[in-house]
């Protein structure tokens, strides 16, 4: 299920493309296999359905989240917590990096620039959603791959297809990313690293999208939403 991925999984993409959910699922996944992964939320630019929500239910897991918020008390004051540098400091951690959507979140990234002495220890992924109006074409996907490196200094290194439609996903709305994922991946030379969705669709998805099908729970989204 997890590939030979690098000890950094930076998620990088457009907002609503299902980043944040992938970041948790991967994370939850390296617990799974007996790891003790750290899950940093560096995304100060959206304040919704980020992974920090989920800190004590992700502890109970078995992963450490560190948030990148300070809390006053009717507030939350945007800021990176100093914790977030030992992700790329010590070389002892294994991390998933959420950080935020489009090129600002890019920008934000890049102040940990000064911290990637070990450039071959990190994957930047980007995710792509299909049924997302800014993410529908290879040249607007492209686009933002370009914007997105440019603002953090890092380059792409693996396409995430997360094309979804909430609880109402179906394998075709995963085929059609996956297509699109696929023609991007011929013209910029990046991989297509995982087919992401829900695991009932597992078998109803094209035997080509199997082998990096990567099967995820909604952890962001409460049960009565849709």
Partial sequence: MIQNDRRVRIISGHYGSGKTEFAVNY???LAELGGKPVLADIDIINPYFRSRE?????E?????VIGSSVYAPAVAVPAIAAECYSVFDNRAVDAVVDVGGDRAGADVLN?????FTHPEEYDLFFVINA???STQSEKQVEEYIKSIEKGCGL?????INTTHMLKSTTAKDLV??????QSVSMQTGIPVKYNVGLARLADEIPDEMKNNFFPIEL????????
Avoid: C
């Fill in 54 to 58: 989920r800190a004590v239910q992700l």
């Fill in 27 to 29: 994370a939850v996944k």
């Fill in 176 to 181: 059609k990313g996956w297509e699109l994922s």
């Fill in 131 to 133: 049924n997302r109006p």
């Fill in 155 to 159: 380059k792409v290194t693996g396409l």
């Fill in 111 to 115: 102040r940990f620039s000064d911290h």
């Fill in 60 to 64: 109970e897991l078995g992963i450490r």
């Fill in 219 to 226: 952890y962001m989204r409460d049960d009565w939403m849709s």
